[in-house]
């Protein structure tokens, strides 16, 4: 064991100080035998974390929660939330527990959880526990949407428990320590004005202005200005996940984070054929998540978010639900003007010109009609921009080869309107339009050969390659490509 006198994290907690009404204090039940499958060095860098002043089997015992840090103090976090629509009144972290916060190197302030660390008094029927499935698919996504730019909790440790989980099936047990820069999320707040409690509301309203928006602190009505800011930044969410053709399949209330975060991976997916209605989760029955409807979810979301904080917006009911209304009805415009500036962009459109949103809509149109794949069509415009003769990599993904001609056409007349050098815009083409992305197949490949046979090399290197998604390197050619008809995943599924 390797002894230090120096701190191996140094927390710094904030949230434990709003008060019992918000969390229950508890520890993480230990688990057998803690063994780590993978720590992310860039990630604990950037959170002022050495791993090198301790051995792995240390840092093993910490991240599974069988070893408590000074400093830490353990906490799940209450919250409620709709679930597919449906209230539920009290839910939690069931089978989370907050480890504390600790100031990272650019002066953020980050959540250090864990995620299948035991029972907490919000566990249901639950036990508390994840299994490795689950696990490594939430390591591998979230860290690929944040090298995509999209903002996202992220993930430092994916370790293994020695313990077996009950499902369907026995299962190796896991435990995923997730970084975020907040988990409150719209549950948080219902749950508080579903007891009419004010008092916590207000505080939580703060505390959220203090962490996430300090910047609406001195506007005249500060909680309005805090749903139009959590408004914009859903907005951008949401439009940066549709950009890359990624379905968060279980975007209810408790799932969505005030911090502007994509929260929650567990039946999501990147799809790979364009189709606007596509749904992956096994139990979104009736497409409530699909591609298409994130936004307008979003949207819902919002409307029930604000509900929560009317009393804090105007004393006056109806005009602080007058209030609310309209800075909720400016979200269409804002999502359409997030959606269309970055397909724009997709495009190598420099400039904006009110013809583009049909030269949008059909390319969307005609890859939906023949099945193309998503971000392949994208990425090989990239390079028909440069040489007309890559077309023929394009025309081969659309079923009937001519569709694609014909908008090409429209495509390219639109770009010569535009007195910029291809250079320039392929620069930004590029930027926009990932290589790589976590194919379903790719995924599940990794998570199988991890659990079914222990060998956990294709998750090391779908996470390394995933690093760098707009980047084209050499070797990685296998990776960019859709499934096989027999590698095809059909449906996700949240492993809870
Ligand atoms: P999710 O679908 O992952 O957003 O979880 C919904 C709710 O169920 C949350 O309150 C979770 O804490 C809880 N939950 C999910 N899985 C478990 C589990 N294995 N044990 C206890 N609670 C769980
Ligand atoms: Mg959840």
Request: charged share 25%.
């Amino acid at each position: 064991m390797k002894t230090s006198r120096k701190i191996p994290i140094c927390f710094d907690n904030s949230f434990v100080q709003l008060g019992e009404k918000f969390y229950a204090k508890l520890n993480p039940t230990p688990v057998e035998q803690p063994k780590i499958v993978k720590l992310n060095d860039d990630l604990s860098y950037k959170l002022g974390i050495d791993l090198e002043i301790l051995d792995l089997e240390d840092w093993a015992s910490i991240f599974s929660g069988n070893r408590i840090l000074p400093g830490s103090e353990p906490l799940a976090m209450v919250y409620a939330g709709h679930q597919f629509g449906h209230l539920v009144p009290q839910l939690g972290d069931g089978r989370a527990i907050l480890l504390g916060e600790v100031i990272d190197n650019s002066s953020c302030r980050n959540d250090i959880q864990l995620k299948g660390s035991g029972i907490t008094p919000f566990s249901r029927q639950g036990d508390g526990r994840a299994a490795l499935g689950p696990v490594l698919r939430e390591y591998i996504v979230s860290e690929a949407m944040h090298a995509l730019g999209i903002p996202t909790t992220r993930s430092l440790c994916a370790l293994t428990t020695g313990e077996p989980v009950y499902r369907e099936t026995v299962l190796p047990g896991a435990v995923l320590t997730r970084i975020a820069s907040g988990h409150i999320r719209i549950g948080t707040f219902q749950y508080f004005a579903l007891r009419d409690d004010i008092n916590a509301t207000t505080k939580l309203a703060n505390y959220v202005i203090e962490r996430h928006y300090p910047e609406v602190k001195e506007t005249q009505n500060k909680y309005l200005k805090l749903l139009e800011k959590v408004m914009e930044r859903q907005a951008r969410l949401v439009t940066k996940w549709m950009h890359v053709g990624f379905i968060h399949g279980v975007m209810n209330t408790d799932n969505m984070a005030l911090s502007g975060e994509t929260i929650d991976y567990g039946p999501c997916a990147f799809m790979d054929t364009f189709k606007m209605t596509q749904v992956f989760s096994s139990i979104d029955h009736s497409g409530r998540y699909s591609y298409g409807n994130q936004p307008q979810i979003v949207q819902w979301n919002l409307a029930r978010f604000a509900e929560t904080i009317l009393p804090l917006i105007d004393k006056n009911k109806e005009k602080a639900a007058e209030m609310a209304k309209e800075v909720i009805e400016l979200y269409s415009e804002r999502f359409q003007e997030y959606w269309f500036s970055g397909m724009r962009q997709k495009l190598g459109l420099l400039t904006s010109d009110w013809e583009d949103k049909n030269l949008i809509q059909s390319l969307l149109n005609i890859m939906q009609e023949n099945e193309a794949d998503f971000t392949l069509t994208f990425n090989r415009l990239c390079h028909a921009l440069l040489d007309k003769k890559m077309d023929k990599n394009l025309r081969n993904l659309f079923k009937d080869e001519g569709a694609y001609d014909n908008w090409a056409e429209g495509w390219r007349l639109r770009l010569s309107r535009e007195s910029r050098s291809n250079k320039e815009r392929s620069k930004l083409m590029f930027a926009a339009n990932p290589v790589v992305i976590p194919r379903n197949h790719r995924v599940e490949h990794a998570i199988n050969s991890a659990v079914e046979n222990l060998d956990f090399g294709p998750f090391e290197r779908l996470v390394e390659v995933l690093s760098s998604p707009y980047e084209e390197i050499e070797g990685q050619s296998e990776f960019m490509l859709p499934p096989k008809h027999e590698e095809k995943v059909l449906q996700t599924f949240c492993g809870t």
